[in-house]
């Protein structure tokens, strides 16, 4: 929070961001609900999932060519205004008269290259965000900005549900592609305005040697990559246990549903962004003087316990601890993006997140897919599989503790 309130620079950078990313959900929104009105709405409503999926899994891809990036600063704001073009563009064919099908299949693939252009543009911002704030401050000022989107994230989605009623699909597109454009003029000053260290980077390696060369330097950092995997089941957990409650909700509805089964999912929902935003904005400041692998071993800990209250059926336990691991994974998220920042050579340093990033990515929808699966079968199987998940996870966490007290001790 300092370095926004203090740091003119990294303040307009942080607020380009959050109002695209205020533009996004209402465009979202707008497009899904769009979709719900189409006859095949499951399938158009599964093709947006997908378009907005697969642009995460390229992350590595994305990261590698910030790397070889040498203007990142112009870059992100050419970034900015080619989405704010396709938004533009989107806005006028949800106001022509196209056949549904053939439009929606069009803005499905302008909000996909759209996504690709926000997942290179991240991969620019994070050695610019260092510069600007400096190692030691990355973590709070990355985590103060990530939980004002997770914040902004429930009160847009609240605005944007409301504008649906009394704007149109193709404004609330106009909205979003102002949101870009807004978000390109303030990247444009700081561009100005900030030492040109980032300007120019040095030759980047060819895309496998540049992966070899992020992975060794990873590996280098004792734990690191463990610590990776480890964070990666998770956040698959914390993926997979909300099906795995509304599963559960809908069999004991007598004994756990709250006021009515929707506002018991929007309880234990609200309850996970408020944790999320929570341990984003001041994990780092709470948690500064404790080491990864502890904080790491207490929210593999807390997934434990998040899993095991559904055997429990009472709603407001799992909404607890819900929240609580949000908040724990988010503050690990962070702190472990900061040994990133402060570890990894900076030449490489987009191509390393991206492809931790695609780790982290990759095992959710593999895990949730596996145990959604075995939940039609038997959902105390789905439930004990998750927790075999976890327990494995809190006891490589355990031994890489031990070993980091024993390497300090010695």
């Known amino acids: 929070m300092n370095s926004f309130l203090k740091n003119q620079n990294f303040r307009r950078f942080a607020t ?5 990313a205020t533009g996004d959900v209402f465009f979202y929104l707008a497009f899904m609900t769009y979709a ?27 990261g590698y ?21 396709f938004y533009a563009l989107a806005a006028l064919l949800l106001a022509s008269k196209a056949d549904q ?16 252009c926000g997942s290179y543009s991240s991969g620019l911002i994070v050695p610019l965000v260092v510069d600007l704030v400096g190692e030691d401050d990355f973590g709070e000022a990355e985590g103060f900005v990530s939980g004002c989107k997770q914040i902004i994230d429930i009160l847009a989605q609240f605005a944007g549900a409301g504008l649906i009623l009394v704007l149109s699909y193709a404004a609330l597109a106009w909205i979003n592609s102002l949101t870009f454009l807004l978000a390109a003029i303030l990247f444009a000053l700081v561009g100005r305005k900030a030492a040109p260290v980032q300007a120019e980077t040095a030759e980047t390696p060819a895309f496998w040697p540049a992966m070899r060369q992020a992975y060794q330097q990873a590996k280098k950092q004792m734990g690191l990559l463990s ?25 004991h509805k007598s004994s756990m549903v709250i006021s009515s089964y929707s506002f018991t999912l929007a309880l234990t929902n609200v309850a996970a962004a408020i944790g999320a935003a929570s341990g984003s904005i001041f994990g780092q400041k709470v948690f500064r003087s404790v080491n990864i692998f502890p904080l790491a071993s207490w929210t593999a800990l807390c997934s434990l316990l998040t899993t095991l209250s559904l055997f429990c059926q009472n709603s407001w336990l799992t909404a607890l601890l819900f929240g609580l691991l949000a908040a724990l994974a988010s503050a690990v998220s962070i702190k472990m993006t900061q040994w990133l920042v402060t570890s990894i050579d900076r030449q490489i340093l987009a191509s390393t997140v991206g492809l931790l990033n695609t780790i982290l990515m990759a095992a959710s929808p593999l895990i949730t897919t596996l145990i959604t699966s075995i939940s039609s079968l038997s959902l105390a199987w789905a439930i004990i599989s998750l927790l075999a998940l976890e327990v494995a996870a809190l006891a490589v966490l355990l031994v890489l503790n031990q070993r980091q007290l024993f390497k300090i001790s010695a």
């Open 16 to 20: 380009g961001g959050l109002l695209s």
């Open 36 to 62: 719900s009105q189409l006859r095949n709405y499951s399938l158009a409503i599964s093709l947006i999932a997908i378009s907005e999926a697969v642009p995460k899994f390229l992350e590595i891809f994305a």
């Open 65 to 85: 060519l910030a790397d070889k990036t040498r203007h990142k600063f112009r870059n992100i704001v050419l970034t900015a205004l080619f989405r704010c073009l």
């Open 101 to 116: 099908w053939k439009l929606l299949l069009a803005i499905i693939t302008i909000n996909f290259l759209s996504d690709l």
């Open 227 to 251: 610590v990776v995997l480890v964070l990666a089941v998770i956040n698959a957990s914390l993926t997979a246990i909300e099906p795995l409650f509304s599963i559960t909700l809908a069999a």
